[in-house]
């Protein structure tokens, strides 16, 4: 499978804005890079890889001072020492198919952190995998995982109130099947993306209101707002990654492909943080070598496929200019036995190599090199020297966003750190300024900091509520701006230079107004507050002539309903028999009535016009018998009180015209007897009927 297609997803969206904001200030300030404070411009990238099945640590990082007693245990896999490629550091060594990974070392954008693992390793890849990715003890057994959580701290309040203006894009992405790693206490908290270039809707748009006192309402009312979210994601995903560009070529390998998709969405403009890719395979009980080259085998297509689609995605992100922003971490659930058996392979074992790649991370090698018995033993294993979660706390306090709890919230208690990123890049309080530079290191999350990193007033775009009806007719001046503030307790001046007015909100003044009588045109709104002369939020709101409106309608007499489809407004009004009725969407249909219905289709503006249309809906009349001899009954239901009749011969001359009362019983009798034998057209006419029929006269 070349691409995957969107699985899940989970997120909510809100109505789109009607202003454009801009940001003016009066100082230099820092744009914060902090991790997840939104999505709505670049920042900060983590890329999680997945190893499945547990990789062999000693035949991907090889110490080269270990070969003697490494050949002894393990014959049957053992790397010739003239093909392993020496980092000329630390006494190791690469497996030969991780080229880039060499290149990556000499650039100093790759870290090797050795003898990652945990006590009391469990041997089940399940089992181990879910340690892993819950970031829990052996012994203790979680439903939520580690990013899950994270997500979840920094967002209390996803997914109900998700996508919004701060963040329009997905916060997590995984590209491999969905896992225990983002999965949070309450909800999934990532978006699994397959074929992001064929996504469908994955389920009609609904809004039903559920009892969320229930169990079961709970859950029917968060299915139903996952499916929403799904559906705004993935024309999100869809869009940008149409938009996206891979200038280096990934090859076909599903791996890569997972890459060559993440590339897209990055280069396309999609702003999501944190993407989780996966390549399953190290498993490799046999055939992990070839029996004639130890350097081929599955292991070594394993690694290749690790080694291509990381060199494809780092020079991707090198020629749009976003190595930077990324941060690579790869794991496994476990790694292989220092003794190799009979089959060419290894079995379960322990602790194993971790990789982070990134231009930021501090390239020095972390960790002893193993250290092999001189008469090892199939049970013997690998000595765990750092603990996994110590790499989630040092990626969480150097490269993530934390506050106070974020630690002990995820990792259910502190641990001590290992140094993954250079300190020069480390930004501790997560406000774009490095440690390094920063004079003000504790500022709260979200705070606007100046380029010491110390907090100035701010305001958040969404401290403003700027509604426009968008449009004005030309010539009319009936464009509308309305606009409010959260902040009660400050007082704001506002200014719009294109029509020479200045308001104030607040203090005597209501905080909230109407902005009346506006041509079509661009308008700025530049807000400041009394007491912070720093400050400043500019606002684009544009009014424009509305476009054409349309409305097509079709008849369904079987149902009385007039179906609407119309085109050039957000708002319709339809006027059916004098009773008007608002609709916000170009599809809806109308109620008519037996009889004459008139229909008036407009927009709130006048200068757009009015579709009007007249329809008869007709009581249906039955009749028998037919052929008639003597007696024709005709059965006309509905209230009318009276009926016209006209009887027409075949050549539709009038033979006879009578109005008859309608008895209780709706049945009106018609003498036949003296009509010829022909061919007759009955029409008949009422406030409710209007309809002709066909009979024949023996």
């Not at 990652?116 to 879910?130: A, E, I, K, L």
């Not at 995903?237 to 560009?245: A, E, P, S, T």
């Not at 020069?424 to 705070?447: E, F, H, L, M």
Request: charged share 20%; net charge negative.
């Amino acid at each position: 499978m070349k691409r995957r297609d969107f699985l899940h997803n989970l997120s909510h969206a809100t109505a789109a804005g009607l202003m454009l904001p801009a940001f003016a200030r009066t100082m230099n300030l820092s744009d914060s890079n902090s991790y997840l404070a939104q999505t709505y411009s670049r920042g900060k990238i983590l890329v999680l890889i997945k190893l499945n099945g547990g990789n062999d640590g000693l035949n991907t990082v090889i110490p080269l001072d270990q070969l003697s007693p490494l050949s002894s245990a393990r014959p049957h896999v053992i790397l010739p020492e003239n093909k392993i490629l020496n980092l000329n550091s630390n006494d190791l060594g690469l497996h030969p198919e991780l080229t880039a990974f060499q290149n990556l070392f000499n650039e100093d954008r790759l870290k090797i952190i050795q003898n990652v693992g945990y006590d009391v390793p469990d041997f089940s890849h399940f089992r181990s995998m879910d340690i892993w990715e819950s970031a829990s003890d052996y012994n203790q057994f979680i439903t939520s995982g580690w990013m899950g959580r994270y997500i979840e701290n920094q967002h209390p309040n996803y997914p109900e109130s998700y996508p919004n203006t701060n963040y329009p894009h997905p916060l997590s992405i995984e590209l491999g099947s969905p896992s225990l790693l983002l999965t949070g206490k309450k909800a999934f908290t990532s978006f699994v993306a397959r074929d992001p270039e064929n996504f469908q809707e994955i389920i009609n748009e609904f809004d039903n209101n559920y009892d969320t006192s229930s169990y079961a309402g709970t859950k029917l009312d968060y299915i139903q707002l996952v499916g929403k979210q799904s559906n705004i994601y993935g024309e999100i995903l869809r869009d940008v990654y149409n938009n996206g560009q891979a200038a280096n070529a990934f090859n076909n390998s599903d791996f890569s492909q997972q890459l060559e998709i993440v590339t897209k969405l990055i280069s396309g403009g999609l702003n999501t943080r944190i993407y989780m890719v996966e390549l399953g395979g190290f498993d490799t009980h046999d055939t992990q070598v070839d029996i004639n080259d130890h350097t081929l085998g599955n292991h070594s297509v394993l690694l290749k496929q690790l080694n291509d689609g990381i060199a494809a995605f780092m020079a991707n992100m090198d020629a749009i200019g976003r190595s930077d922003d990324v941060l690579m971490m790869s794991y496994s659930e476990f790694g292989r036995t220092i003794v190799s058996n009979g089959s060419r392979g290894t079995d379960h074992g322990t602790a194993a190599p971790l990789f982070v790649i990134g231009n930021k991370v501090d390239p020095s090698i972390l960790g002893d090199n193993p250290v092999i018995p001189a008469n090892a033993e199939w049970q013997d294993n690998l000595a765990t020297e750092f603990d996994f979660r110590q790499v989630y706390s040092s990626v969480m306090n150097q490269w993530l966003t934390i506050n106070p709890t974020t630690e002990e919230d995820v990792l259910f208690r502190k641990f001590d750190q290992l140094q993954i990123i250079q300190p020069k890049y480390i930004d501790t309080d997560g406000d774009g300024v490095s440690d390094d530079r920063d004079q003000c290191n504790s500022t709260p999350a979200g705070s606007l900091v100046d380029i010491n990193g110390c907090a100035i007033f701010s305001l958040s775009p969404s401290n403003y509520t700027i509604q426009s009806n968008g449009v004005s007719c030309p010539g009319n001046n009936n464009g509308r701006i309305t606009i409010g503030v959260s902040r009660t307790d400050l007082v704001y001046q506002l200014n719009i230079a294109e029509i020479n007015a200045d308001y104030t909100l607040g203090s005597a003044n209501e905080h909230s107004v109407q902005i009346d009588d506006l041509a079509i045109g661009e308008y700025t709104l530049v807000f400041t507050v009394d007491g912070e002369d720093t400050y400043n939020q500019i606002f684009k709101v544009g009014i424009q002539e509305p476009e054409t409106f349309t409305a097509k309608t079709h008849l369904n007499r079987g149902t009385k309903t007039l179906s609407v489809t119309a085109d050039g407004s957000s708002i319709f009004y339809a006027i059916v028999n004098g009773e008007q009725q608002e609709f916000r969407q170009p599809h809806f249909s109308l109620m008519l009535k037996p009889g004459r219905n008139s229909i008036q289709i407009s927009t709130p503006q006048p200068c757009q016009g009015t579709h009007y249309q007249e329809v008869f809906l007709s009581e249906k009349v039955q009749f028998y018998p037919n052929p008639v001899e003597t007696e024709l009954n005709l059965i006309i239901p509905g209230t009318d009180t009276d009926v016209q009749i006209g009887i027409y011969n075949r050549a539709g001359v009038l033979v006879e015209k009578m109005t008859r009362t309608i008895p209780s019983s709706r049945v009106v009798q018609l003498d036949a007897q003296k009509l010829r034998s022909d061919i007759y057209i009955i029409k008949l006419n009422g406030v409710t009927v209007e309809t002709s029929i066909k009979i024949q006269k023996k």
